[in-house]
């Protein structure tokens, strides 16, 4: 089979292949979350083609016995409703029990694989979704549309065949992710034994052999002050280091301001904990719109955390963008580097949480970062970790960059192998060449 017969495929709607279409659970409040029980994934754990766990939250097993309407198990389809409509993926093996808010849920009858639905509906529907999106403040896609999706659906013979093609190319993406995983964490546990757990200094007070290079190692202090830190280190409010920027959103009702070519992030364009860099946004503004904005450019590096609504989430920009009023942009001052900030909000992170205001969305202010207090090292010592971890960075940035453009064949190569315009073997050459 190496050209498929598409003449003999069947048209087809997301109806006519499901045993049931579903919607999520309006999510809980705030106080329904618990520490451990059952995952509740919301829009934000939703990522073309995979379940991020980052930020998510937890319901009691009682609470997700009430919710079956939105019970999830392996091999479901969830598409994401709002935030970035018609975003998909399916709920993998490994998470065997879960449920959701904010998503369709799709359980496929036996004619089509789960996995190459999440293909249709993240490759070659788009134009179907986006002309099903309403809402004029909160855009989202609901399950009717949903159900009437349009699509060729070849054999199941013929469907794991494009999966075992395109599969390849999520396998390089998924190395990619882990091997970023591995790299974030070297690069956090690094700073939390230099920086919090105060390793080194503890190491010479208790007359253990050295485990850095030599020079470094004498850039440690011998001994913990008063305050239980490294002699000779400050405790500083952490906007004492720190530079810090804000953005700003072009009107809406002028269209000349929207559809540019300047990246605008905002809390939806966040990437995973492991990738850390933003590379590219869902909306874009014009040099107009930057103009008669708040809104201005961060440079490359610059440290993103959301700050209203979905608080917390941390991104380092992959070269210059802007974003909007719900973010701040951390510049280190004072000679502390991007890394070192960056390994230092997440250090601070919870506090920040717990110090948020708002009667409707919990919000960090600018005030909230003096109301953290953190410790700063010595500048030389900052800067050594600084440059011992870019490289890490440095990787990340690339296998990212990697995985976009194996993203963008595998979304290129789906409709090509649909409509026949090529054949099995040059897919296979494709990915070959570019795995």
């Avoid at 490294?230 to 409010?237: I, K, V, Y």
């Avoid at 003096?370 to 490289?391: D, G």
């Amino acid at each position: 089979m190496d050209r498929f017969t598409v003449i003999t495929w069947e048209k087809v709607t997301i109806a006519d292949v499901a045993d049931e279409v579903t919607v999520g659970h309006v999510g809980p409040m705030a106080s329904e979350y618990v520490d451990k029980g059952i995952p509740f994934l919301r829009s934000l754990n939703i990522e073309p083609f995979n379940i991020r766990c980052d930020g998510v939250k937890f319901i009691a097993p009682s609470f997700h016995k009430r919710l079956q309407k939105s019970s999830l198990r392996p091999g479901d389809v969830v598409i994401v409703r709002t935030g970035k409509p018609g975003t998909c993926a399916v709920i993998p093996d490994w998470l065997l029990e879960a449920n959701c808010s904010d998503v369709v849920i799709v359980r496929c009858s036996e004619r089509i694989r789960p996995r190459f639905l999440c293909y249709v509906v993240n490759s070659v529907a788009g134009h179907h979704i986006s002309s099903h999106i309403v809402g004029a403040v909160q855009q989202h896609f609901n399950v009717g549309s949903a159900r009437t999706l349009e699509f060729l659906l070849p054999s199941i013979e013929e469907q794991d065949a494009i999966l075992a093609i395109l599969g390849s190319l999520d396998d390089k993406i998924d190395l990619n992710r882990r091997t970023n995983e591995t790299l974030e964490a070297m690069a956090r546990a690094l700073f939390r034994d230099w920086f919090v757990d105060f390793g080194p200094t503890r190491a010479k007070m208790a007359g253990e052999a050295p485990y850095l290079a030599p020079e470094l190692w004498e850039l440690f202090p011998d001994r913990l002050d008063d305050e239980g830190k490294p002699e000779g280190w400050e405790t500083s409010a952490f906007d004492q280091c720190i530079t810090i920027l804000t953005g700003g959103t072009p009107k809406t009702s002028v269209p000349s301001y929207w559809n540019g070519n300047i990246p605008w992030f905002s809390v939806v364009d966040a990437p995973a904990e492991s990738d850390v860099y933003v590379l590219d946004t869902t909306k874009k503004i014009t040099q107009d719109g930057l103009n008669n904005s708040a809104a201005s450019i961060l440079p490359e590096n610059t440290v993103i955390i959301s700050a209203r609504g979905t608080v917390g989430k941390l991104a380092l920009t992959s070269g210059d963008m802007t974003m909007n009023q719900s973010c701040y942009g951390i510049r280190g001052s004072h000679g502390y580097g991007q890394y070192f900030i960056l390994q230092s909000l997440k250090n601070i992170l919870t506090e920040l949480k717990n110090n948020t205001h708002g009667s409707v969305f919990d919000t960090i202010t600018r005030q909230t970062f003096s109301t953290i207090s953190t410790t700063l090292p010595s500048l030389r010592l900052a800067q050594h970790y600084e440059n011992m971890i870019s490289k890490y960075f440095e990787r990340i940035l690339v296998n990212c960059q990697e995985s976009r453009t194996l993203a963008q064949l595998r979304d290129l190569l789906l409709p090509k192998l649909m409509s026949g315009e090529i054949s099995i073997r040059d897919a296979e050459k494709m990915v070959e060449d570019a795995a």
